[in-house]
């Protein structure tokens, strides 16, 4: 079961933000409640965690997918997503808790982009859904920021030595979504099939678009 899903602020509301080893009062409720109802036999584990996973992987990251295939085939969306972005992605109608300021970040030939929330794990969960376990993790959430070429390395993403990248630190404010580069080839592709070569970690920055290889769920082990 996920353990961070409270609505934790790091710039005003400090009360509910809980560190990496202990549990908040709604944590340990939820954690509580599963092992009841898991020793009951009501409820199996692998059950929960392939729901989460599926709004990790699949029902979350698709509202992003959209708005990504959008920006490529309707440039004034695109122009309307630079300046505006909290307001060009609720026109599609994803608004809500930890979606209300976004920015949308742009990859381009030069310049890579790749979300971290160094402090816990601010994420858009209007445009990605739940965040994976990586991204909560201690190790992505310091190295991402020294060393993001590494954490690349390690997501089996390698940019070219010349390509610039740049680290963006998540908010309770601000949240931001990579709009990655349309790959090569997709010319005549409608917004859905677009869509469909847009995975999560391709908006979180630690994958490109069209990457199949990088699989949605996959995390590096030093990273785990
Ligand atoms: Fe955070």
Same mark, same amino acid.
Not at 44 to 70: C, L, M, Q, S
Not at 85 to 91: F, G, L, Q, V
Not at 131 to 157: C, N, Q
């Given at each position: 079961?996920h353990?961070?899903h409270?609505?934790h ?18 944590q340990?409720r939820?954690?509580?409640l599963?092992t009841?109802l ?28 959209? $708005?990504?295939? %959008? *920006? ?5 969306? /695109?122009?309307?997503l630079? &300046? ?20 949308a ?10 979300v971290v929330?160094?402090?816990c ?7 990605l859904?739940?965040?994976? $376990?990586?991204? %909560? *993790? ?5 190295? /991402?920021v020294?060393?993001? &070429?590494?954490?690349l390395a ?8 010349g ?35 847009v995975s999560?970690d ?8 069209g990457?199949?290889k ?11």
């Amino acid at each position: 079961m996920h353990e961070d899903h409270d609505d934790h602020n790091h710039g005003h509301d400090h009360h509910d933000h809980h560190h990496d080893n202990h549990y908040s009062d709604m944590q340990a409720r939820v954690k509580a409640l599963e092992t009841l109802l898991t020793e009951k036999g009501l409820i199996d584990p692998a059950a929960i965690d392939v729901i989460v996973e599926t709004y990790e992987t699949k029902v979350g990251p698709r509202n992003g997918a959209h $708005v990504v295939a %959008k *920006a490529w085939s309707d440039a004034d969306f /695109a122009d309307w997503l630079r &300046r505006d972005a909290t307001a060009a992605i609720a026109s599609l109608g994803y608004t809500g808790r930890q979606g209300e300021h976004m920015r949308a970040v742009f990859n381009t030939a030069k310049t890579h982009n790749l979300v971290v929330c160094t402090l816990c794990s601010c994420y858009p969960w209007s445009v990605l859904g739940l965040p994976p $376990v990586w991204y %909560k *993790a201690p190790a992505y959430r310091s190295r /991402a920021v020294i060393d993001p &070429r590494g954490v690349l390395a390690e997501f089996g993403l390698v940019l070219p030595e010349g390509k610039k990248i740049r680290v963006w630190d998540s908010t309770a404010e601000l949240r931001y979504l990579v709009i990655p580069e349309r790959p090569a080839g997709t010319e005549g592709m409608d917004e859905e099939a677009l869509a469909g070569l847009v995975s999560r970690d391709a908006m979180i920055g630690t994958s490109i678009a069209g990457s199949s290889k990088i699989s949605a769920a996959g995390s590096p082990e030093a990273l785990a």
